[in-house]
């Protein structure tokens, strides 16, 4: 096996795959029809990962993260996220918001810090996930790029 690992925009192929991560990970699909701003980590050409931006002008939603269980805490999530942080960086985003219910350590590791809700930006307060996809429960991050 020979273990390769890429992470490339998802293709319209991708998106059953894509769905099957999200439930599996009890992330919300609502806001994902005709989404094109996925990445997904492939490992040998099989999709183990993926993540999203929702692009609110200068802001970005990041959304939809999740890796297979057995991929999980081998360093492939950092990976996914960063290549996703640095997209935005090229398509000109100032600002990364995201909203989780479990992953919070995680993306304070990689730069991200708590806010309060109404410290969001009032264009991602509009998405799909801040109008009910997430419980008001979860935890909101910012990371300024």
Same mark, same amino acid.
């Given at each position: 096996? +020979?273990?390769a690992?890429?992470?490339?925009?998802?293709? #319209?192929?991708?998106?059953?795959?894509?769905?099957?991560?999200? !439930?599996? *990970?009890?992330?919300? &699909?609502? /806001? &994902?029809? /005709?989404?094109?701003?996925f &990445?997904?980590?492939?490992?040998? @050409?099989?999709?183990?990962?993926?993540?999203?931006?929702?692009?609110?002008?200068?802001?970005? $939603? $990041?959304?939809s993260? %999740?890796?297979?269980?057995?991929?999980?805490r081998? =360093?492939? =999530?950092?990976? &996914?996220?960063?290549?996703?942080?640095?997209?935005?960086?090229?398509?000109?985003?100032?600002?990364?918001?995201? $909203?989780? !219910?479990? *992953? *919070?350590?995680?993306?304070?590791? $990689? @730069?991200?810090?708590?806010? +309060?809700?109404?410290?969001?930006? *009032?264009?991602?307060? %509009?998405s799909?996930?801040?109008? @009910? #996809?997430?419980?008001? +429960?979860? #935890?909101?991050?910012?990371?300024?790029?």
């Amino acid at each position: 096996m +020979s273990d390769a690992i890429t992470i490339r925009r998802a293709e #319209a192929a991708d998106y059953p795959r894509i769905t099957r991560l999200l !439930t599996a *990970a009890d992330l919300p &699909l609502d /806001g &994902l029809d /005709g989404h094109e701003n996925f &990445l997904v980590l492939c490992r040998d @050409g099989q999709t183990i990962g993926c993540a999203a931006f929702e692009r609110y002008g200068r802001y970005a $939603l $990041l959304r939809s993260v %999740a890796l297979q269980p057995p991929e999980r805490r081998g =360093g492939l =999530g950092r990976r &996914l996220v960063q290549e996703a942080l640095q997209q935005a960086r090229r398509d000109g985003v100032a600002e990364v918001i995201l $909203l989780t !219910t479990t *992953a *919070a350590p995680f993306f304070e590791r $990689l @730069g991200f810090r708590k806010i +309060s809700r109404e410290e969001v930006p *009032a264009p991602v307060r %509009a998405s799909a996930e801040f109008r @009910g #996809a997430c419980p008001d +429960s979860a #935890a909101i991050l910012r990371l300024v790029l």
